[in-house]
């Protein structure tokens, strides 16, 4: 069985690169459940400010596209992209088959990261590991698979904690799948149930 996909990333200088992958014939786009410190304490100082209990840990994981820091020196953005694929989602993806979307600065008010968005196709012959980042600096991620059809409601569905470069990476892939922008399935008009599922075999 092949699964084509498609992967979407965001590079920035010390800031964090996403991609989006999408299954051909599993019809879904490839994201990660990754657990962030920092959504966490902010959940914690929140219950705490209105008396309530400690939150779970569940509370502090967010939706996202696989994401990473330009931080390697002497490697191009297509290179770093390249391996953040790998560790996060399990996909080898050549440096050469990304392709650029666009560039946007993001934490203006703060950072004034620029990040830069890229596009690769992915399949299952691909595959070389499970992905779920690097244990050993901490990282929890899982790697589940969103379908083409219940994706645009995913991604307004606030009561789903997600980033916005998540927000943005799956509506330009919709767009494109359905301008044939890209190849692949588009995803049909109607939304149907959201269902998340792991993107590894039962």
């Known amino acids: ?33 990754q657990f962030r410190p920092a959504v966490y304490a902010a959940k ?28 390697k020196g002497g490697k191009s953005l297509e290179e770093i992209t390249s391996e953040e694929i790998e560790e ?11 392709r650029h979307v666009t560039s946007a600065v993001s934490s203006s008010g703060t950072t004034g990261a620029e990040h830069h968005i890229y596009y690769a196709a992915v399949d299952e012959a691909g595959r070389v590991g499970e992905g779920g980042g690097l244990k050993g600096h901490g990282e929890a991620i899982e790697v ?15 009561a789903l904690p997600k980033s916005p470069g998540l927000m943005f990476g799956i509506t330009w892939a919709l767009h494109a799948l359905r301008s044939g922008e890209v190849a692949g399935r588009a995803a049909g008009a109607e939304t149907g149930p959201l269902e998340l599922r792991s993107v590894l075999p039962s």
């Open 44 to 71: 914690c100082r929140e219950a705490a400010e209105k008396g309530h209990p400690q939150p779970p840990k569940d509370s502090g994981f967010t939706f996202e596209l696989c994401a990473g820091l330009v931080d």
């Open 1 to 33: 069985m092949e699964w084509i996909g498609s992967t979407l990333a965001a590079c920035t200088r010390l800031s964090p690169h996403h991609h989006t992958l999408a299954y051909g014939d599993k019809d879904a786009f490839v994201i990660v459940r």
């Open 88 to 98: 996060e989602c399990g996909y080898r993806v050549a440096a050469s088959q990304l």
């Open 144 to 158: 589940l698979a969103l379908p083409f059809d219940s994706a645009l409601a995913f991604v307004l569905d606030a």
